[in-house]
T-cell receptor
């Protein structure tokens, strides 16, 4: 079975603080894909990143960075110098190599206070 | 390039009524997905199409649900005899490539409330 766990239900930070959102996944597939999506109050899921299981290189994009560790089955997301506009629900998702559907975690609500 | 669009954005209906939602994928995207998201949860897969062929359906998709993509472009999701438990956000996504390069891009969703 495939599963994504986002243990942090809600996180509240003050603007300019760094924040890390945790994601732990379970899969028996040797090839799989991990994703992060952002869901602002408007409801639309915005794609942030895709990472393939055979590529453990971490990635940085502006204030965003992702730490993929197969040894701990984790794919954590860090926002540096958070801003109010970062306030949203963030979802981690998994897609197995032999399937097309995304398996989502329950999401983490990030509130950035000014 | 416009994104995925969904219509309507909101729908309020009475229990027992039928409702139909429409999704227009990103142009040239041959894969189209439907997900359902209830409050406080992540989206759950319902079904997906490659061109006009419906290739997979979730157990969540009861007999009251039907989805079509007749010409391989837009898709409709119909719920017959709605129940209060059908209240949710219905999300549509589309993708262009299969396999390792596939990324699903989501629309704004249709929020359904069944009274």
């Amino acid at each position: 079975a495939q599963k994504v766990t986002q243990a942090q239900t809600e996180i509240s930070v003050v603007e300019k603080e760094d924040v890390t959102l945790d994601c732990v996944y379970e899969t028996r597939d040797t090839t799989y894909y991990l994703f992060w999506y952002k869901q602002p109050p408007s409801g639309e899921l915005v794609f942030l990143i895709r990472r393939n299981s055979f590529d453990e290189q971490n990635e940085i994009s502006g204030r965003y960075s992702w730490n993929f560790q197969k040894s701990t089955s984790s794919f954590n997301f860090t926002i540096t110098a958070s801003q109010v506009v970062d306030s949203a629900v963030y979802f981690c998702a998994l897609r197995g190599g032999a399937t097309n559907k995304l398996i989502f975690g329950t999401g983490t609500l990030l509130a950035v206070q000014p | 390039d416009t994104g995925v669009s969904q219509d309507p954005r909101h729908k309020i209906t009475k229990r027992g009524q039928n409702v139909t939602f429409r999704c227009d994928p990103i142009s040239e995207h041959n894969r189209l997905y439907w997900y359902r998201q209830t409050l406080g949860q992540g989206p759950e897969f319902l079904t997906y199409f490659q061109n006009e062929a419906q290739l997979e359906k979730s157990r969540l998709l009861s007999d009251r649900f039907s989805a079509e993509r007749p010409k391989g472009s837009f898709s409709t999701l119909e719920i017959q005899r709605t129940e209060q438990g059908d209240s949710a956000m219905y999300l549509c996504a589309s993708s262009e490539r299969a396999g390792r390069e596939e990324t699903q891009y989501f629309g704004p969703g249709t929020r359904l409330l069944v009274l």
